[in-house]
């Protein structure tokens, strides 16, 4: 189903009115789009919510949906900020037009890269999807940060991420390519990590950049 | 062929029968030692023109042709990011060697492999050694050399040349080389050969290297390569130029990782077969000691044994102490000195004259007998100390362990190099801040180097001094632990520029080869000789004229106010007027002043901070000057000028406070 940007909206503020403040409906006024917006004829038409005196309350169907909606808005915000280090208002901004976009399985593709997040950067909750609890029920982490592991922990090499060209060549030329094998041999006081037969040290601003996935 | 017109005599000595062969390849896969295995005892040392990077040549005969041999700096690919790399691949634009070694180490093939791939789509003429064997065999690496070579379609000669194995081979290459007529045809992906041809289309002009190459270059941005096009491509340049911004616009984001990776996809290709890996690894007990020295609950101890032998035991009490005690002790002072006094005295009819010589302040008794009876024996066990400390490749491993700290003070912990060599000679240190990444970096490390680190010499003479009074040693060592420490994190605060980042390859530990570490401190001994055997001869000469000529007094008697405020009797002045010459020479001034009973304590604590602190030695200027121009040097010395006063003035208020002696 692919809904109109103002009816994702007007779920995701019921959505957070309901299951998060524990209201049972939303006044229309408090959804942010004006009430004579075609949007609330395109969700009643899809069944997903009911309008009754100024209120406007999920169905079954529409809670659902509207779970998804507020797991891709929370995605996009994470997405802002940790891999294009967008930040504040200007990140707001970005992440709510990017959600529109994160639908049919690239929000899965998003939250796998993210190694399936729990919180958005403000805090709240980000409902699971399914390949979260794919991720969970076979111990699969994901993709996270040479930072993140441990003493002799190995893994392939998912993709290098920085700013800066002339870092990213350095990396390269350690052989820091993605689908390279990498074991971390230490990580204080600097990183030691191995690809073959070579070790390289390195401090954690490069460290920070290496995306690994994680073998077993 | 011949028309280059920026190498003269290069040039003309290969119009003769000398053809030339240069070595290229990634730091530490035994590139120098080759160089030295083929070359004989003439090599010359010297600063690519117009920057700072240096270059070994030498000569060798092989059947009855004479080969020049060019040992470049490291490099990782031919896309180059720095200076060194820059240098490395101008030899090969712009020399245009007859043979190119492409040196690598057996053990990493397949990354270093993708630049043999770049050298042969450049269509250079190239012999790949696959160096290191030994090692390689020892984990129990197969390498089928034959068949990398039928890929490759260039010769690749199998060799450990640190245990002279395979030189012949190579030597036997170089003369019977021919241009292979079926080298590796190298094909990336579609879309990336599409974009290929299409720029190199657009190329005319004539080349040193394949079009194809430069074309890959020119997607790469490589500014220099963009420079060498555009003069060749002349008016058809602007049309090339929007081609391969449009390209590089559209692949932007990973246009260097796609490269890469199509290389290694390439490098994997080609060694498909060719290397069979061990089925367990082997740890070996150089991997043990290397675990050992960079975890911090085993590394720091390490490095404490480190210092306690190496450089107090060794340099300090050995080459300061009993060497010093026989050279200058025994030899000059008991032996030489009375004889060519006497000589002098004899065959010199003016006394002025014979002062010259062999006065207080003459050529051979002062400024001979510090050089080789004071300095020589405490710099060569440095230098001894740390060739072997080089080779053992414990750099590496002490930097990554600094790190952490070195970045509060601004410097990554690559700068430990330059500064544990600071404490050999300061000049040379200075010299070596520029294999740092950042100006900022460089900047923080000369400054440091300038200002808190003593030379060895120095330091000698200081402890030496400072020796029979524990409290004097031990209020000196912490001032300037302190200053230094200050400084640096000052330094870090008010210096603008971004923080530096860290990176380094960690080359397996290995037991050095004696001879290597000997002919690395003669090297660095002869460069420190030509250096400063000179200074002192004309210090010596310039103290005598002050003194006949009575300046010297005045001079004395001006500084006087100076040395009054921080509390020093008016002749310290003499050993911060040597000091500029050579910091250990100020020093061993002080020596003097103290044999002749004019200090006590406190002044000799407050004298040794401050002229440890005072002005960097002249030729230390010198270098400071030519590797970070006129204006930061100048604002350095001066300064330290200040700061060294200021601390001299502050300690002897605090040392009277506390009614030190
Ligand atoms: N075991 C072994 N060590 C080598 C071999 N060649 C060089 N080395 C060592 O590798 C280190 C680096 O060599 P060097 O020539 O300075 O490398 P460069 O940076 O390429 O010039 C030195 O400690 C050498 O002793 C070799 O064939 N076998
Ligand atoms: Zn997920």
């Given at each position: 189903?692919?809904?109109?940007?103002?009816?994702?909206?007007?779920?995701?503020?019921?959505?957070?009115?309901?299951?998060?403040?524990?209201?049972?409906?939303?006044?229309?006024?408090?959804?942010?789009?004006?009430?004579?917006?075609?949007?609330?004829?395109?969700?009643?038409?899809?069944?997903?919510?009911?309008?009754?005196?100024?209120?406007?309350?999920?169905?079954?169907?529409?809670?659902?949906?509207?779970?998804?909606?507020?797991?891709?808005?929370?995605?996009?915000?994470?997405?802002?900020?940790?891999?294009?280090?967008?930040?504040?208002?200007?990140?707001?901004?970005?992440?709510?037009?990017?959600?529109?976009?994160?639908?049919?399985?690239?929000?899965?593709?998003?939250?796998?890269?993210?190694?399936?997040?729990?919180?958005?950067?403000?805090?709240?909750?980000?409902?699971?999807?399914?390949?979260?609890?794919?991720?969970?029920?076979?111990?699969?982490?994901?993709?996270?940060?040479?930072?993140?592991?441990?003493?002799?922990?190995?893994?392939?090499?998912?993709?290098?991420?920085?700013?800066?060209?002339?870092?990213?060549?350095?990396?390269?030329?350690?052989?820091?390519?993605?689908?390279?094998?990498?074991?971390?041999?230490?990580?204080?006081?600097?990183?030691?990590?191995?690809?073959?037969?070579?070790?390289?040290?390195?401090?954690?601003?490069?460290?920070?950049?290496?995306?690994?996935?994680?073998?077993? | 062929?011949?028309?280059?017109?920026?190498?003269?005599?290069?040039?003309?000595?290969?119009?003769?029968?000398?053809?030339?062969?240069?070595?290229?390849?990634?730091?530490?896969?035994?590139?120098?030692?080759?160089?030295?295995?083929?070359?004989?005892?003439?090599?010359?040392?010297?600063?690519?023109?117009?920057?700072?990077?240096?270059?070994?040549?030498?000569?060798?005969?092989?059947?009855?042709?004479?080969?020049?041999?060019?040992?470049?700096?490291?490099?990782?690919?031919?896309?180059?990011?720095?200076?060194?790399?820059?240098?490395?691949?101008?030899?090969?634009?712009?020399?245009?060697?007859?043979?190119?070694?492409?040196?690598?180490?057996?053990?990493?093939?397949?990354?270093?492999?993708?630049?043999?791939?770049?050298?042969?789509?450049?269509?250079?003429p190239v012999i790949l050694i696959v160096n290191i064997l030994d090692e390689a065999?020892?984990?129990?690496?197969?390498?089928?050399?034959?068949?990398?070579?039928?890929?490759?379609?260039?010769?690749?000669?199998?060799?450990?040349?640190?245990?002279?194995?395979?030189?012949?081979?190579?030597?036997?290459?170089?003369?019977?080389?021919?241009?292979?007529?079926?080298?590796?045809?190298?094909?990336?992906?579609?879309?990336?050969?599409?974009?290929?041809?299409?720029?190199?289309?657009?190329?005319?002009?004539?080349?040193?290297?394949?079009?194809?190459?430069?074309?890959?270059?020119?997607?790469?941005?490589?500014?220099?390569?963009?420079?060498?096009?555009?003069?060749?491509?002349?008016?058809?340049?602007?049309?090339?130029?929007?081609?391969?911004?449009?390209?590089?616009?559209?692949?932007?984001?990973?246009?260097?990782?796609?490269?890469?990776?199509?290389?290694?996809?390439?490098?994997?290709?080609?060694?498909?077969?060719?290397?069979?890996?061990?089925?367990?690894?082997?740890?070996?007990?150089?991997?043990?000691?290397?675990?050992?020295?960079?975890?911090?609950?085993?590394?720091?101890?390490?490095?404490?044994?480190?210092?306690y032998f190496g450089l107090y035991q060794f340099v300090g009490v050995f080459g300061?102490?009993?060497?010093?005690?026989?050279?200058?002790?025994?030899?000059?002072?008991?032996?030489?000195?009375?004889?060519?006094?006497?000589?002098?005295?004899?065959?010199?009819?003016?006394?002025?004259?014979?002062?010259?010589?062999?006065?207080?302040?003459?050529?051979?008794?002062?400024?001979?007998?510090?050089?080789?009876?004071?300095?020589?024996?405490?710099?060569?066990?440095?230098?001894?100390?740390?060739?072997?400390?080089?080779?053992?490749?414990?750099?590496?491993?002490?930097?990554?362990?600094?790190?952490?700290?070195?970045?509060?003070?601004?410097?990554?912990?690559?700068?430990?190099?330059?500064?544990?060599?600071?404490?050999?000679?300061?000049?040379?240190?200075?010299?070596?801040?520029?294999?740092?990444?950042?100006?900022?970096?460089?900047?923080?490390?000369?400054?440091?180097?300038?200002?808190?680190?003593?030379?060895?010499?120095?330091?000698?003479?200081?402890?030496?001094?400072?020796?029979?009074?524990?409290?004097?040693?031990?209020?000196?060592?912490?001032?300037?632990?302190?200053?230094?420490?200050?400084?640096?994190?000052?330094?870090?605060?008010?210096?603008?520029?971004?923080?530096?980042?860290?990176?380094?390859?960690?080359?397996?530990?290995?037991?050095?080869?004696?001879?290597?570490?000997?002919?690395?401190?003669?090297?660095?001994?002869?460069?420190?000789?030509?250096?400063?055997?000179?200074?002192?001869?004309?210090?010596?000469?310039?103290?005598?004229?002050?003194?006949?000529?009575?300046?010297?007094?005045?001079?004395?008697?001006?500084?006087?106010?100076?040395?009054?405020?921080?509390?020093?009797?008016?002749?310290?002045?003499?050993?911060?007027?040597?000091?500029?010459?050579?910091?250990?020479?100020?020093?061993?001034?002080?020596?003097?002043?103290?044999?002749?009973?004019?200090?006590?304590?406190?002044?000799?604590?407050?004298?040794?901070?401050?002229?440890?602190?005072?002005?960097?030695?002249?030729?230390?200027?010198?270098?400071?000057?030519?590797?970070?121009?006129?204006?930061?040097?100048?604002?350095?010395?001066?300064?330290?000028?200040?700061?060294?006063?200021?601390?001299?003035?502050?300690?002897?208020?605090?040392?009277?406070?506390?009614?030190?002696?």
């Amino acid at each position: 189903m692919k809904l109109s940007e103002h009816a994702e909206e007007i779920l995701e503020a019921i959505w957070v009115a309901t299951e998060e403040k524990g209201d049972f409906c939303l006044e229309i006024e408090k959804t942010g789009v004006s009430p004579d917006d075609p949007a609330y004829a395109e969700l009643t038409a899809n069944a997903l919510v009911e309008i009754r005196e100024g209120m406007i309350c999920f169905r079954p169907e529409g809670k659902k949906e509207g779970e998804m909606t507020i797991r891709r808005h929370r995605l996009a915000e994470r997405l802002m900020m940790d891999v294009l280090n967008i930040r504040g208002e200007d990140g707001d901004s970005k992440a709510c037009k990017f959600e529109h976009l994160l639908n049919e399985g690239v929000d899965t593709k998003i939250c796998t890269m993210l190694n399936h997040p729990k919180t958005c950067p403000h805090g709240k909750p980000i409902p699971p999807g399914e390949c979260c609890e794919d991720a969970r029920s076979k111990g699969d982490l994901g993709i996270v940060t040479l930072t993140e592991f441990k003493s002799g922990q190995a893994g392939e090499i998912a993709y290098i991420q920085s700013e800066d060209s002339k870092k990213m060549q350095k990396l390269m030329a350690m052989g820091v390519l993605p689908g390279n094998r990498i074991t971390l041999m230490q990580s204080f006081p600097s990183y030691i990590f191995r690809v073959g037969y070579s070790e390289f040290a390195i401090d954690s601003e490069l460290a920070r950049e290496i995306f690994i996935r994680k073998e077993g | 062929m011949g028309k280059c017109c920026n190498v003269g005599t290069e040039q003309l000595k290969s119009a003769g029968a000398i053809k030339k062969v240069a070595l290229v390849g990634n730091p530490n896969v035994g590139k120098s030692v080759l160089f030295n295995a083929l070359t004989g005892a003439y090599v010359t040392v010297s600063n690519y023109p117009g920057t700072s990077v240096e270059v070994s040549r030498g000569n060798t005969l092989i059947g009855n042709v004479h080969w020049e041999v060019v040992d470049t700096p490291g490099m990782y690919a031919i896309h180059t990011i720095t200076e060194e790399e820059r240098v490395a691949r101008e030899i090969l634009l712009n020399e245009k060697p007859d043979v190119i070694l492409h040196v690598l180490d057996a053990r990493n093939l397949e990354r270093m492999l993708s630049m043999t791939v770049q050298l042969i789509e450049a269509e250079l003429p190239v012999i790949l050694i696959v160096n290191i064997l030994d090692e390689a065999e020892r984990i129990g690496l197969q390498i089928d050399l034959p068949l990398l070579e039928k890929r490759l379609g260039i010769p690749v000669i199998g060799a450990a040349t640190a245990r002279k194995r395979g030189i012949g081979e190579i030597r036997k290459a170089i003369s019977e080389y021919r241009l292979s007529d079926s080298p590796l045809k190298v094909v990336y992906g579609r879309n990336l050969e599409r974009d290929i041809l299409e720029v190199q289309k657009l190329m005319q002009g004539k080349y040193l290297f394949a079009r194809r190459a430069l074309a890959l270059l020119l997607l790469q941005q490589d500014e220099e390569v963009t420079g060498i096009v555009r003069e060749a491509e002349g008016g058809n340049f602007p049309l090339l130029e929007q081609k391969v911004k449009e390209i590089f616009f559209e692949r932007r984001e990973s246009f260097h990782l796609d490269l890469s990776m199509e290389r290694r996809e390439i490098a994997r290709e080609v060694l498909r077969d060719v290397v069979t890996f061990p089925e367990k690894d082997l740890v070996t007990w150089q991997e043990k000691l290397s675990t050992f020295s960079v975890k911090p609950l085993t590394g720091v101890p390490l490095l404490i044994v480190v210092i306690y032998f190496g450089l107090y035991q060794f340099v300090g009490v050995f080459g300061a102490g009993t060497l010093v005690d026989i050279m200058e002790g025994k030899l000059f002072e008991e032996h030489f000195n009375p004889w060519i006094t006497g000589i002098a005295v004899a065959y010199i009819p003016w006394e002025t004259i014979q002062e010259l010589f062999v006065g207080e302040y003459g050529i051979i008794t002062l400024g001979i007998r510090y050089a080789v009876g004071i300095i020589l024996p405490i710099v060569a066990t440095f230098f001894i100390f740390f060739s072997f400390l080089e080779d053992t490749g414990y750099f590496p491993r002490l930097a990554l362990l600094v790190d952490r700290v070195f970045k509060r003070f601004g410097m990554s912990g690559r700068a430990v190099i330059p500064m544990v060599l600071g404490f050999g000679c300061d000049t040379m240190a200075t010299m070596v801040t520029r294999t740092l990444e950042s100006t900022r970096e460089r900047v923080i490390a000369t400054l440091l180097l300038a200002l808190a680190i003593p030379c060895s010499a120095q330091l000698g003479v200081i402890i030496g001094l400072l020796s029979k009074s524990p409290g004097a040693l031990f209020i000196w060592g912490g001032t300037m632990l302190f200053l230094a420490l200050l400084v640096g994190f000052l330094a870090a605060r008010v210096m603008p520029g971004k923080p530096p980042i860290f990176y380094m390859e960690l080359p397996p530990m290995r037991l050095p080869q004696i001879g290597n570490v000997l002919t690395k401190t003669y090297t660095r001994m002869q460069w420190y000789f030509l250096e400063i055997l000179p200074l002192f001869i004309i210090a010596s000469i310039l103290l005598w004229l002050g003194k006949v000529t009575r300046f010297f007094e005045k001079l004395v008697t001006v500084m006087t106010p100076a040395m009054g405020a921080i509390g020093l009797p008016k002749e310290a002045a003499v050993a911060f007027i040597f000091g500029f010459f050579r910091r250990d020479y100020g020093s061993a001034g002080l020596y003097d002043l103290q044999s002749k009973g004019l200090m006590d304590g406190r002044q000799l604590t407050v004298a040794a901070v401050t002229l440890t602190l005072f002005i960097p030695c002249v030729a230390q200027f010198l270098v400071m000057k030519n590797e970070r121009g006129w204006k930061t040097a100048l604002g350095i010395a001066l300064f330290v000028t200040v700061f060294a006063w200021s601390s001299g003035y502050i300690l002897n208020r605090l040392l009277l406070a506390v009614g030190f002696a």
